[in-house]
């Protein structure tokens, strides 16, 4: 069976598309003559699009594009077959147009989430009456508007929903939405039609991974300076910023001569402050090559985010960096991993911690042993002798 199966996104703009490259380039080597919609001319000046594309569009050249002129033209486009879109489309009002067109359509959607994180967010803690409603004006505000736009049929459902995280699926069938349906099954109310559990992107069992243990490896997460902090808790101050990274720097270092290995600093996609602000002299800093150290690595240190799952499936020797100085958000993230894992933690409060104990390469390789394949089991491999990839085709073609 032939399945017209297509990509639609912005594939002009690095923060909307980057997070795609790699699930586009799996699906497409299942899909013959693999097409992207890229609707980055709907959306800017057409005099700025060459610029703002030529930089991002090398990572999609070896796919058929279509680049809609108009709203029309991408609803002309969508009319002539019954595509099953892959939808990349951010939930916001720059894409208004895009999602209706969408919805009118009469093409079927799917979703792939293929990381296998908690996505728990924590946005009220410890935080009193004003916080909460900055907070929810500010971050969840926009969520409730697009939902209900959902359900007066002015943006569509996805029709199917590949998931990775048992977290994430345990959250969707105990919604409300779920429950209302469950109680009156004529009444649905949710966003996504369909859901299936898969494997997550990092597993994949006839791939032969070049692994080894040459790097201590720091997965940033620019936790003072990224949005997702600062709206909900404020700038940092310069002193509480000195400290973190006053504090970290020496904990790598010590590290780094204790067991002997070189430090590998892999930022945040978005963390440009820590270069001009030079926040880790003398250590090498990367981009986009964090699946790439994380193979390498001897030791992962991290405080949060789901970048570390790659490093569970591989049973890496993991730590994790905690403190009060990380504030209560991020602190609170930090316990979604550590805790169910049984990692050995850094506070980062003190910075003469590795005086007193040192943690031990045994033990860290028993906690990776004993403690990681309950969350590999729930979150990361659905099914061992498949790909996530595989498993949405499969399910694709028998819909």
Do not use: W
């Amino acid at each position: 069976m032939h399945l017209n199966i297509i990509s639609i996104l912005d594939s002009g703009s690095s923060m909307s598309s980057n997070p795609y490259i790699q699930t586009i380039e799996n699906l497409s080597l299942k899909i013959s003559n693999y097409t992207i919609i890229n609707v980055h001319l709907l959306l800017t000046k057409k005099n700025n699009y060459k610029e703002a594309c030529t930089e991002n569009s090398k990572n999609f050249q070896n796919y058929n594009t279509f680049t809609p002129k108009s709203y029309y033209e991408l609803y002309k486009f969508l009319k002539k077959k019954k595509f099953i879109i892959h939808h990349c489309i951010p939930n916001n009002f720059e894409f208004f147009l895009v999602n209706f067109i969408l919805r009118i359509s009469s093409c079927k959607l799917f979703v792939i989430s293929n990381v296998g994180y908690n996505p728990e967010n924590f946005n009220y803690f410890n935080k009193n009456f004003l916080q909460k409603f900055r907070i929810f004006f500010k971050l969840r505000a926009r969520y409730y508007f697009f939902r209900l736009f959902v359900l007066i049929n002015v943006f569509p459902k996805i029709d199917y929903f590949f998931e990775s995280s048992g977290h994430v699926i345990n959250s969707i069938n105990n919604g409300l939405s779920k429950k209302i349906n469950r109680i009156f099954p004529c009444i649905d109310f949710s966003y996504y039609k369909r859901v299936f559990k898969i494997s997550s992107k990092h597993y994949n069992p006839s791939l032969k991974r070049k692994i080894s243990e040459d790097f201590i490896v720091f997965i940033d997460g620019m936790i003072l300076d990224h949005k997702d902090v600062t709206l909900r808790e404020g700038k940092a101050s310069p002193k509480r910023r000195f400290k973190y990274y006053n504090n970290l720097n020496k904990i790598l270092a010590t590290m780094g001569k204790i067991y002997k290995k070189k430090i590998i600093i892999c930022l945040h996609p978005q963390n440009s402050i820590s270069i001009k602000k030079n926040d880790f002299p003398g250590l090498k800093c990367v981009k986009f090559k964090t699946e790439e150290y994380i193979n390498k690595a001897f030791i992962v240190l991290f405080h949060e985010g789901s970048s570390i799952t790659q490093a569970i499936l591989l049973k890496k020797k993991i730590i994790s960096l905690q403190g009060k100085i990380l504030g209560d958000y991020v602190s609170q993230r930090c316990l979604l991993y550590s805790k169910p894992l049984g990692l050995k933690k850094i506070l980062l409060d003190s910075s003469d911690y590795l005086k007193h104990k040192i943690i031990s390469i045994k033990e860290l390789n028993k906690i990776a042993k004993n403690n990681y394949n309950k969350y590999i089991k729930e979150n990361l491999v659905q099914d061992y002798s498949k790909t996530g990839i595989d498993q949405v085709i499969n399910y694709l073609r028998t819909i």
